[in-house]
């Protein structure tokens, strides 16, 4: 009898661990899905939208059909992707890529090319069969933009760069040559992006559920020839394919 009431507790410790490790494994899925969607609403937040529609108007009164035509359309493979993109917990790394370097031309368009940039991709690396998260890079490149890039009174540049980390996954590489994030602090009043908080978050809560390492990193860089310092994002994603 007491050997029975000993299994029985056992069993009973055991499912109701089991039990805990679900409910703690449903929160952080549960969390996961909040920020992926709240990143979707930072990438195609109203503000986004309206200067777009702006940029738009600009290029009619100025009778450049051609360039309206060719905005409208990469705001509309932007606006299509996104929301394709935003209803899967992993898509292709090249998708991801892909629309970031839309989101990229209609910025450069609408900032008049005040930046240059460039997606720099290690060849060993298939992006096809690598999988991520869905709007992972986006945030941080948003950010390097319009706190980094924008009040520059020089042209400006963006790097991303891909390459292998060990043997743990993709080394992803967000790097500016902006006014630095002290300047951009101090300009913006500590403003600092929604997006780039959220998806900070986001890796969190994927280390947390994944049990694979998403490591985050910022550095501010050294100054340049014209004295603004830049700054690199650089973080980490497990291998998936």
Known sequence: ALAL???LGLVYLVYHIQIRRIKTLNTQKSLATKHQQQALSA?????????????VQQFILDNQKEEAFA???NFGKLIRRV???SSYEYIPLQEELDTLAIYLTIEQVRLHQQFDFHIDVDVTIN?????IPPLLIQPYVENA???GIRPLHHKGKIEVKISPFHEKGILCSIKDNGV???ASSANQGQHRSFG??????RLEILTQSTKEEYHLEVIDLKPDSHGTSGTEVKFTIPNRY
């Open 71 to 73: 905005f409208l359309a």
């Open 196 to 201: 780039m908080k959220k998806t900070a978050s």
């Open 83 to 85: 929301m394709e993109q």
């Open 5 to 7: 009431l000993v299994f």
């Open 145 to 147: 933009i319009w706190h």
């Open 43 to 55: 990438q195609m937040n109203p503000h986004f939208i309206f200067n777009s529609m702006n940029s």
């Open 180 to 182: 630095g994030r002290s």
């Open 127 to 131: 992006t096809s069969e690598v999988e």
